[in-house]
């Protein structure tokens, strides 16, 4: 889905199994952030860039996946962006490594690393103007599962619960998975209606997801093949 902006390119990309990436991009200078590009996304991420003109600057992988091999890689190696990843990321090819409240600029489009941990230790939500890219920090409707490796429940409840409830209602949240073919929400209607952000206290939270949410998912060791691909 292409959306129109007053002041920049926006493209979300989707695959059959439901991850989502973007493409972020200022129409002046035309340099480019490319998030989250799932391996079946390069192809087509490739193509938007050399039918627009754009100039790659960034790869932002807003964590170390474990249930998606990472197309990050190849990317890189087909264009000159720089790998950005959070500075706790376990990955040896990262070229700019991120904490909370950093900065990058496209031109003048301004993009804000926020350090959101729970579904994985070192995932980054990236802000836009009027936009949050939340990755599985948020999906519509649920959020990222938090018993994988470097999954932390509590941590997740601090950013559910303090650092996204803090900010606005507007902000448009964009997420990294959708499985009702949903494209996006708002933080408003996530602070309403998304029974994870619902939850009386932290420990009731915590005791959910730790112990009932992963009997309802896939078992973890299925998805190691991913996780140490996303970590070469
Ligand atoms: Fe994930």
Redesign the pocket.
Known sequence: MERAHPDYLFKQFRVPRGCLGYIVADPVTRLTALVDPELEMVEPMVDYVFEHGLRPAYIIDT?T???HVSGAHILKSRTVAKLVMHREAPCGTVDVRVEDGDMLHLGDLPVKLLHTPG??KDLVSVMLPSRILT??ALLIGSC?RTDLLNGNATRQYHTLYHTYRSLPDGLEVYP?HDYQGRTSSTLGEEKKSNPKMLFEDEEEFVRYMDLENPKKLDPVEHLAEALKANMK
């Open positions: 964590h996946h474990a249930d579904h994985a990755a599985d990222g990294g």
